[in-house]
């Protein structure tokens, strides 16, 4: 993550927070207090949801995150995160698992966001398995998703991986691509 998506992000949440305050306060102002809890309860959702990217210990897989979240709420890509893994015993240097990471969720914008393909969603899980954690990116396949080169584009995370036993899985099953990039654990 360079600075100027960082500085994004911290613009984009200020931007959001201060927006859902005035909602919150015009609909107090209105008496229209059955849709002001309505909207806070939807609002503090919206936080929670974001909220699930700190479960992680590696704070480059938490930056990733936040910068996929931005990517996606620009190409009107909805995200569903689960984290049950916090990544603290990864034997991949962190500005690794975080550029790739970041690669990862690019490449499955760009077919998310291709022709013919609207309110696209996604979903990114964070798992342990045996002796890895894995970082899954889950989402509808289309005929964007196949024309959009994910095999090629995802060649460069394939090499970044390899030192350390890494690796990357592309996969269609029931409608849907499944990106599992392979991150080992310590020994």
């Known amino acids: 993550m360079n600075l100027k998506q960082l500085l994004e992000i911290i613009q984009v949440q200020r931007h959001d927070f201060l927006n859902h305050l005035q909602v919150f306060s015009g609909l107090l102002q209105l008496n229209k207090t059955d849709q002001a809890r309505d909207y806070l309860g939807r609002a503090v959702q919206e936080v929670s949801r974001m909220s699930k990217t700190a479960r992680v210990s590696m704070p480059e897989v938490t930056a990733a ?32 698992v975080g550029e790739t990471m970041e690669s990862c969720l690019a490449a499955a914008l760009c077919c998310l966001s291709g022709p013919g393909m609207t309110n696209g969603q996604m979903e990114i899980l964070l798992q342990e398995s045996g002796k890895d954690y894995l970082f899954r990116v889950v989402f509808p396949q289309s005929a964007a998703s196949s024309s959009c080169h994910l095999e090629n584009r995802l060649e460069p995370v394939k090499a970044m991986l390899a030192p350390y036993g890494g690796g990357v899985s592309v996969s269609a099953v029931d409608g849907k691509m499944d990106i599992c990039l392979i991150f080992p654990r310590e020994v």
Do not use: M, S, W, Y
Request: net charge negative; hydrophobic share 50%.
């Open 65 to 96: 995150l936040l910068v996929g979240f931005n990517e996606a709420c620009k190409n009107q890509v909805g995200i569903d995160l689960t984290v049950q893994a916090d990544f603290a015993g990864c034997a991949v240097p962190g500005a690794v």
